[in-house]
């Protein structure tokens, strides 16, 4: 699951935004490098990305953190990907504290560590950051490797729902289906399922799957509600929507 997870960001956020941390200097390394990994060599990015990573730059040190992690290019070694998640770390490179901080809330891992993770995590949920958001807010929900709080998930899936994010819309909406946390409201939970069942998912496949699970969901909430339970949750869907998802609850 965390490797998966791990080229999503890799192959997308990391890879279109990939020279956010690129100096005049490494610019080019960084996308030849890129280049050279989306043509199947990724020997090549290692060679490429390493000078840049060795003088400091911390977008070529999450490249080659996340090279080591899944073995692409060199020798599976996720001490030497620790290694390089810190080095971008300490200049405040965010991929890198989310990965770093995956890596210790996997249980399966030799490097499992929840609480430094969640120090990570709420470092750059912080910053405002909608991943890191809706990763405490799961985390937070769920329990296991931190102690489950829902009134904590609530806020976390709060911060990240009202800019948009899909699958924290849903995490509210299962808080109000349930009553985890808060009073169960079954309005109140179609009215998060249906505003993450209509979200815009630009066909990205992680956003299309969430909003067809809201889809789901909200249509078992509807069969438990009364007419007067409908019509309410449609004024609340409106209202949302009107005040830009902000102050939603």
């Known amino acids: 699951m965390f490797m998966r997870h791990a080229y999503r960001i890799f192959c997308g956020v990391l890879l279109a935004s990939g020279l956010a941390f690129a100096t005049p200097v ?40 996340l090279m080591y992690l899944g073995g692409r290019g060199v ?26 901080a995956r890596l210790y809330m996997d249980k399966a891992g030799a490097t499992y560590d929840p609480e430094t993770a969640l120090g990570l995590l709420r470092d750059v949920a912080d910053q405002g950051i909608i991943e890191a958001q ?34 924290s819309q849903a995490g509210l909406g299962e808080l109000y289906r349930y009553g985890y ?22 066909n990205i496949p992680e956003r299309t799957a969430a909003a067809r699970d809201a889809i789901k969901a909200r249509d078992e909430v509807e069969r438990m509600m009364s007419p007067e339970d409908r019509a309410e949750a449609e004024k609340l869907a409106i209202a949302c929507w009107q005040a830009k998802l902000q102050n939603c609850n």
């Open 75 to 100: 020798a599976p070694d996720q001490k030497m990907a620790v290694r390089w998640f810190k080095m971008a770390i300490e200049k405040h490179h965010i991929g890198a504290s989310l990965s770093l």
């Open 26 to 65: 490494w610019a080019d390394a960084l996308t030849d490098g890129q280049n050279a990994l989306m043509q199947g060599d990724d020997g090549g990015a290692i060679r490429l990305w390493t000078p840049p990573a060795l003088e400091g730059n911390p977008e070529a040190q999450f490249r080659l953190g």
């Open 181 to 202: 946390g808060v009073e169960q409201n079954y309005p109140r939970a179609y009215m998060w399922f249906s505003l993450a069942a209509s979200a815009v998912t630009d």
């Open 134 to 167: 809706r990763y405490l807010g799961e985390l937070y929900r769920k329990g296991g490797g931190v102690a489950q709080d829902f009134e904590e998930a609530r806020h976390w899936y709060q911060l990240a729902a009202a800019k948009g994010d899909i699958p």
